[in-house]
T-cell receptor
Framework: QKEVEQNSGPLSVPEGAIASLNCTYS??????FFWYRQYSGKSPELIMSIYSNGDKEDGRFTAQLNKASQYVSLLIRDSQPSDSATYLC?????????FGSGTKLNVKP | DTGVSQDPRHKITKRGQNVTFRCDPI?????LYWYRQTLGQGPEFLTYFQNEAQLEKSRLLSDRFSAERPKGSFSTLEIQRTEQGDSAMYLCASSFPRGVINEQFFGPGTRLTVL
């Protein structure tokens, strides 16, 4: 069974701070890595994808991938109350997608 | 740009009844996935299609579940003889793989409540 592990949280950060979310995965054959944001009662929304080792930045979001350590992270700079949601890490072997159970982020005004 | 759509958005049914959900993927996407999500968990893989071919079905999936994508466009997921444990959010997603890039986009989901 291919596993994706995330700390369930909640992770609480003050508004304007950096939120750091982490994810580890078990399958070394994983090809691509994703972060989804999910608001309560809504479906997951893709916010970042990363395919090679290193950092990828998109606005306030930075995804970091370390395949040797089987580790993916998401940094959210200048966190806003609207960032309060559950963040799901997903990995794919190109065919199927495997999701973690998510980390709940609370950004306090 | 039309995203993934699902119908119905909510379904309440009595135990033992059959239900069917529909998913319309993003038009150029050839892959379509079905997931089930319960509170506090990530999406759980059920099955996926490439065009009209069903390539994999979860071994955890009961024979009461069946999915089709007859023309490689929309898909249906049917649950026969529903049980209370089937209550969950059923999510559909689609993608168009290009090399290692296989970004998957979700529809709004169908929330099923089995009484």
């Amino acid at each position: 069974q291919k596993e994706v592990e995330q700390n369930s949280g909640p992770l609480s950060v003050p508004e304007g701070a950096i939120a750091s979310l982490n994810c580890t995965y078990s399958d070394r054959g994983s090809q691509s890595f994703f972060w989804y944001r999910q608001y309560s009662g809504k479906s997951p929304e893709l916010i970042m994808s990363i395919y090679s080792n290193g950092d990828k930045e998109d606005g306030r979001f930075t995804a970091q991938l370390n395949k040797a350590s089987q580790y993916v992270s998401l940094l959210i700079r200048d966190s806003q109350p609207s960032d309060s949601a559950t963040y799901l890490c997903a990995v794919t072997d190109f065919n199927k997608f495997y999701f973690g159970s998510g980390t709940k982020l609370n950004v306090k005004p | 740009d039309t995203g993934v759509s699902q119908d119905p958005r909510h379904k309440i049914t009595k135990r033992g009844q059959n239900v069917t959900f529909r998913c319309d993927p993003i038009s150029e996407h050839n892959r379509l996935y079905w997931y089930r999500q319960t509170l506090g968990q990530g999406p759980e893989f059920l099955t996926y299609f490439q065009n009209e071919a069903q390539l994999e079905k979860s071994r955890l999936l009961s024979d009461r579940f069946s999915a089709e994508r007859p023309k490689g466009s929309f898909s249906t997921l049917e649950i026969q003889r529903t049980e209370q444990g089937d209550s969950a959010m059923y999510l559909c997603a689609s993608s168009f793989p290009r090399g290692v890039i296989n970004e998957q986009f979700f529809g709004p989901g169908t929330r099923l409540t089995v009484l």
